[in-house]
């Protein structure tokens, strides 16, 4: 990942964090002003992903202008509070396996049928990885031969709050018409604009162990370029894996703070890709970046454990940092 890269994740971040609980005009007023300090910095016309950001901040902005205001807050059956170190949304057909993979991998137990549309409504559960929560929101199921864009706009506002979107592909259906459909909504909601979007995609593709799914999983192949994660639920290997994909897709690492003298947190600060020892002492208090002399590291961005760095050090995954501060 390169500097620009880590920069627009890190900005990318810190906005989604700002933005999580509001709505209305407060929502209107920070996503102004995030583009307001995007333009000032000339952000955009240095670095593509910033262009393609402010344009989707001003669709979200024209959006909510469009919604009538209510007088009482109604209940919101898309309506799911952000939680946990990373939000993924899972985004197919009806009848795919959505469900039956959320009851797999979270502590969730959503309903499953063998017929459409058994989930009505957002669902969350929390898949555990390796000191991280990961959120996974399982959404109602299109149905590709019948036209309820009022729903699929609801569906697709919630992919927008995502790190993530994964499409899920069903190996023992008609590969070309999933496909093809799920595309199609995304460019329709303007997440995927030629061919080119600020989100992270991949593919869940399930039923990897009944009958033509090895065919059908060549010719997915043959279909995009997006990264594909062939499951099946009777396979204990392939959703360990599967938790390892969503770890990577959500692209942050975990770093391990520890006092002088004393044992590392059990309990990590979750940052983006990239972060610096200087990112990370701003995020732990403002104080630690004001009185920084240096850090001590333990891990792979190291050459030694307990070498000395800077604030412009790159951290890595499961790094083990303490900080060294001047004495009052």
């Known amino acids: ?49 910033f262009n393609l950001f402010v344009r989707d901040l001003e669709r979200i902005i024209a959006e909510t202008h469009e919604k009538p205001k209510q007088k009482s807050r109604q209940y919101d059956p898309f309506l799911i509070p952000r939680s946990g170190d990373g939000r993924v949304v899972l985004f197919g ?44 929101i399982d959404l109602p199921g299109f149905l590709d031969f019948k036209e309820d864009w009022a729903i699929s706009k609801q569906i697709v506002r919630v992919a927008r709050t995502c790190d993530a979107i994964l499409l899920v592909v069903d190996l023992s259906f008609d590969i070309k018409r999933q496909y093809n459909f799920l595309m199609e909504q995304l460019e329709q909601a303007k997440i995927v604009v030629n061919k080119e979007s600020m989100y992270k995609f991949g593919i869940i593709a399930t039923k990897g162990d ?32 599967l938790k390892e994909y969503l770890f990577s897709i959500i692209e942050v690492i975990r770093i391990y703070t520890k006092p002088p003298k004393r044992k590392p947190a059990k309990q990590p600060f979750v940052c983006p890709i990239g972060t610096t020892i200087s990112e990370l002492a701003g995020k732990i208090h403002n104080d630690f970046l004001a009185n920084f002399r240096y850090a001590r590291v333990w891990g792979s961005s190291v050459e030694f454990s307990g070498q000395h760095v800077g604030l412009e050090h790159e951290l890595m995954d499961s790094d083990i940092v303490e900080l060294i501060v001047k004495r009052n």
């Open 210 to 241: 009944l009958p033509n799914s090895r065919k059908n999983y060549q010719l997915l192949k043959t279909k995009t370029k997006l990264p594909i994660h062939p499951i099946s639920i009777e396979n204990e290997d392939s959703l360990v894996k």
């Open 93 to 136: 057909l009806s009848n795919v396996g959505k469900s039956t993979l959320m009851n797999t991998i979270t502590n969730t137990d959503v309903k499953v049928g063998a017929y459409l549309h058994t989930t009505r409504r957002a669902l969350a559960g929390t898949c555990e990885y390796k000191d991280l929560r990961i959120q996974i």
């Open 1 to 49: 990942m390169n500097k620009n890269d880590r920069k627009f994740k890190w900005y990318r971040f810190k906005v989604a964090k700002r933005i999580r609980i509001l709505e209305g005009d407060e929502l209107v007023q920070e996503l102004e002003a995030t583009i307001e300090d995007i333009r000032k910095k000339k952000l955009d016309q240095k670095i593509g992903s």
